[in-house]
T-cell receptor, first 113, second 115 residues
Framework: QKEVEQNSGPLSVPEGAIASLNCTYS??????FFWYRQYSGKSPELIMS????GDKEDGRFTAQLNKASQYVSLLIRDSQPSDSATYLCAVNRGPGGYQKVTFGTGTKLQVIP | SAVISQKPSRDICQRGTSLTIQCQVDSQVTMMFWYRQQPGQSLTLIATANQGSEATYESGFVIDKFPISRPNLTFSTLTVSNMSPEDSSIYLC????????????FGEGSRLTVL
């Protein structure tokens, strides 16, 4: 079982729709969770962090965390063509003195104009 | 925010040679991280570079293959030694964005192709 699993996609949504990206993780001791966006040929950039169960909203983005189900999701409302990118789920785990970030393989999102 | 500069941005290398990638940060940081992103794959942590001590390598990565230097709080190098085509990858330098290790800034990456 992979430590962080994502559907590779591509996920295609029409412009203006809601894009839903999902991620599961295997280590119940994971402490914090992140979504990174990576445009083709570019390096990843952090777009959302979430630390406790529930929803966290930032503009058009909402991150959702369910630790009991070991599930993290990212919703993008009013999707725009500029949102077309690969979205990487990342999980931070490990003892306090040594924490390690593990990335999923990413979901490619295509927003169709 | 941190500005991270990596050099070279890309290179084509011959099998058996070595290449050193440089990473310069515009502010002092305790820890610098080196990642590899192979074609179509996600990011894999190679090692953590701490100033004043030896780098900490992840499982599957060894110092002889990926020696790292960290001479000061703003600079680090990663060398890919005795390269083979399997080393063709993007190598990324990163630093913490905040208190949480998971919040990272990344450099633009160094794309290496080994023939």
């Amino acid at each position: 079982q992979k430590e962080v699993e994502q559907n590779s996609g591509p996920l295609s949504v029409p412009e203006g729709a809601i894009a839903s990206l999902n991620c599961t993780y295997s280590d119940r001791g994971s402490q914090s969770f992140f979504w990174y966006r990576q445009y083709s040929g570019k390096s990843p950039e952090l777009i959302m962090s979430i630390y406790s169960n529930g929803d966290k909203e930032d503009g058009r983005f909402t991150a959702q965390l369910n630790k009991a189900s070991q599930y993290v999701s990212l919703l993008i409302r009013d999707s725009q063509p500029s949102d077309s990118a690969t979205y990487l789920c990342a999980v931070n785990r490990g003892p306090g003195g040594y924490q390690k970030v593990t990335f999923g393989t990413g979901t490619k999102l295509q927003v169709i104009p | 925010s941190a500005v991270i500069s990596q050099k070279p941005s890309r290179d084509i290398c011959q099998r058996g040679t070595s290449l050193t990638i440089q990473c310069q940060v515009d502010s002092q940081v305790t820890m610098m991280f080196w990642y590899r992103q192979q074609p179509g794959q996600s990011l894999t942590l190679i090692a953590t570079a701490n100033q004043g001590s030896e780098a900490t390598y992840e499982s599957g990565f060894v110092i002889d293959k990926f020696p790292i230097s960290r001479p000061n709080l703003t600079f680090s190098t990663l060398t890919v030694s005795n390269m083979s085509p399997e080393d063709s990858s993007i190598y990324l330098c990163s630093v913490r964005k905040g208190a949480d290790t998971g919040e990272l800034f990344f450099g633009e990456g160094s794309r290496l192709t080994v023939l």
